[in-house]
């Protein structure tokens, strides 16, 4: 019963000071209050003994409507559950003014940790000035290598001479296709002229097309008897790989009587016939193999007609890195478009490589090859590491964005904008994660190709990979030459200048666009340049740039019709005169006086930032070589614990 009624008066008198102070106080404010003076009876008697031993456990929970810091309890460690946060890391919270009476008996109220002109506030500071600083001024602040930099470097000369070596084995890859190109038109198509190998501008040569039934029969005889004498005639290695066949794509039905009296069901259907290697010596003439087939040539509603067949060949000359012969199939298909139905049937010659694997080949090393697959393998290891870094970057950016944000707004009433947080966004670094993702694809493709672990042809998708990682990895380097005032001007004034730059550009576009559809509609009848919607545009980007004005002038006939040729005048002089003198001055203005801008800035000095005013105050020497910042798994750790402790204690009720 003594013990009981001991019991209930202390919890009685708890109850009465809490009433007393009228305010919930924050458990670790426990941790800024020191004993001044402790007396102990140590002769005290058994139910004092009994009442110590006992204790009692009081929650004090802070006005979350006065201080806006969530309730936490805390052991008496001295540490929120145990010693797993340090009192530097918790965010400290008092009561309310006044909440706490200065004249608590046998404690007295040490200074605040948190807050303004804070320890706290001052690791912010130094975290965000440290963050700022260029890789140089980070070296004298931490007297650590700058990483990052030396393996961008490193990288730009590793990646170069591995593109520059593919370069020559792709331009082999690609030529020995166009020559080969060239070899099957000369075989396969009849009376061909050699001045269609030359892309010439304007073209030199006309469509290549039949114009009569004999000469297309002409043609399909030239065909056949050279796709059956190839394997002895030509003076490559060209093999037959499968039957020769014919297709005829046509309409359902159609007739044309000399009274223009027509019947016409556009439906297509397609008829092929074949020719096995077997029947070559039986064949004669086109003209009778389709007889015996029962083809009968519909020539007014033949819509396309197809001979197509496959060759294997081989080339002694390696491709690739390793000093082997190459095997291929190539997929011929001659194709005759008769979709305008004006007369003439224009032909092509299409060709489809593949690459095989040589049946009887024997695998061959070299050292040079040896060197390549070590070049391939150093190129991923580098691009792996570079990209592992800047994510890491990219990672520590963010969590010190959200660590500073919540300070800010938790003791200034700060919110971050949008383009303060895009300070902390570094552009070159998601550049450079770019380029490294591409090369890595890129060299893997790469060396799957030299290995022939891959059958068919990944130069194209390769080449896009590589060649573009290789270019991003270029304008990586302006980042650092940006570091230097003389080079950082260009830099500065295309990032200032973008916003005016992209606004202005959405003007001229629309102007852009109605010049180009009002040229291919009129002028694409008559001139071979506004053809279609494409060449159009280039036709016009090219006036831009003064290329070609007196061609494209005169290009045009008069005698044709008299109203599309004055048309073409003012439509021609209105364009290069607006785009001139007026577009293109407009928009080097618009860069020239940007670079007054920051030219102005550099001699006077740039206006600065909030956020640069705030962390510009912070007292921490980095000329001291003595700086050394928190990981970025221990910040990323912290802050899950502190979200995941805050999850946990809104699950408990205030008990008032």
């Not at 506030?121 to 130094?126: H, Y």
């Not at 792709?170 to 038109?185: F, M, P």
């Not at 006036?543 to 002038?553: H, R």
Request: glycine residues 6%; hydrophobic residues 40%; proline residues 3%.
């Amino acid at each position: 019963l003594i013990l009981l009624d001991s019991l209930l008066q202390e919890c009685f008198r708890q109850v009465t000071i809490n009433e007393r102070l009228k305010v919930t106080m924050n458990a670790s404010n426990l941790s800024q209050l020191r004993p001044q003076a402790r007396s102990r009876n140590t002769s005290s008697n058994s139910k004092n003994t009994v009442q110590e031993s006992v204790g009692v456990s009081v929650t004090l929970a802070s006005d979350d409507s006065v201080s806006g810091v969530s309730e936490r309890t805390r052991n008496g460690s001295g540490s929120f559950k145990g010693a797993e946060e340090s009192d530097e890391e918790i965010v400290f919270r008092g009561g309310r003014e006044g909440g706490l009476d200065s004249d608590m008996p046998g404690f007295e109220r040490l200074g605040s940790c948190t807050g303004l002109n804070s320890p706290e506030e001052e690791k912010i500071k130094r975290k965000l000035k440290f963050f700022f600083l260029n890789p140089v001024e980070k070296y004298y602040a931490t007297r650590k290598l700058p990483w990052k930099l030396c393996l961008q470097i490193l990288k730009v000369f590793i990646v170069t001479a591995q593109l520059w070596i593919f370069a020559e084995f792709r331009y082999a890859h690609v030529n020995y296709y166009t020559n080969q190109q060239v070899t099957l038109d000369h075989i396969f198509i009849r009376d061909w002229d050699m001045v269609r190998e030359v892309h010439a501008y304007p073209p030199s040569t006309g469509k290549l097309a039949v114009y009569r039934k004999e000469e297309f029969f002409n043609f399909l005889d030239y065909t056949i008897k050279s796709w059956g004498d190839i394997e002895t005639d030509a003076l490559g290695p060209f093999f037959r790989n499968s039957s020769l066949g014919f297709c005829v794509e046509h309409y359902k039905a159609g007739n044309i009587t000399r009274d223009l009296k027509f019947t016409m069901d556009t439906q297509l259907i397609e008829h092929c016939i074949y020719l096995e290697e077997d029947q070559l010596e039986t064949f004669n003439t086109s003209r009778q193999w389709m007889i015996q087939n029962n083809l009968t040539m519909p020539w007014h509603a033949v819509e396309r007609l197809n001979l197509n067949f496959s060759l294997t060949s081989v080339t002694l000359r390696p491709l690739g890195p390793v000093p082997q012969p190459d095997c291929f199939q190539f997929k011929i298909n001659i194709r005759f478009d008769n979709e305008d139905h004006d007369g003439q049937i224009p032909l092509h010659l299409d060709m489809d490589p593949v690459r095989l694997n040589c049946p009887t080949q024997t695998e061959v090393t070299s050292s040079y090859s040896q060197f390549i697959v070590f070049l391939n393998l150093l190129v991923i290891l580098l691009s792996l590491s570079s990209l592992l870094l800047c994510l890491r970057a990219l990672l520590r950016a963010q969590l010190l964005k959200h660590e500073a944000g919540v300070f800010l707004a938790r003791n200034y009433n700060w919110s971050l904008t949008v383009s303060e947080r895009m300070e902390f966004l570094n552009l070159w670094y998601v550049m450079i994660c770019t380029n490294d993702c591409l090369i890595i694809m890129g060299s893997i493709i790469k060396q799957l190709i030299e290995t022939r672990s891959i059958v068919g042809d990944m130069w194209d998708i390769c080449s896009l990979m590589l060649g573009t990682g290789n270019l991003l990895v270029w304008f990586g380097i302006l980042r650092y030459l940006g570091f230097f005032k003389t080079y950082n001007v260009l830099i500065l004034t295309m990032k200032g200048a973008a916003p005016n730059m992209f606004r202005f550009l959405i003007c001229a576009f629309f102007l852009y666009v109605g010049f180009a559809f009002a040229g291919w509609v009129i002028l694409g009848p008559y001139h071979f340049k506004f053809q279609t919607l494409m060449s159009t545009s280039e036709c016009l980007f090219s006036l831009i740039n003064g290329d070609d004005m007196f061609a494209t002038f005169s290009s045009i006939p008069m005698e044709k019709t008299i109203s599309v040729w004055v048309y073409s005048r003012i439509y021609l002089y209105t364009f290069i005169c607006l785009f001139i003198y007026v577009v293109l001055s407009l928009f080097i203005s618009i860069i020239m006086d940007t670079y007054e801008i920051i030219k102005n800035c550099y001699n006077n000095g740039f206006p600065p930032s909030r956020l640069e005013k705030f962390y510009s105050s912070s007292q921490f020497d980095f000329s001291s070589g003595q700086y050394s910042g928190e990981a970025a798994l221990v910040r990323l750790w912290r802050i899950i614990r502190h979200s995941w402790n805050q999850h946990r204690r809104s699950e408990y009720q205030e008990i008032n």
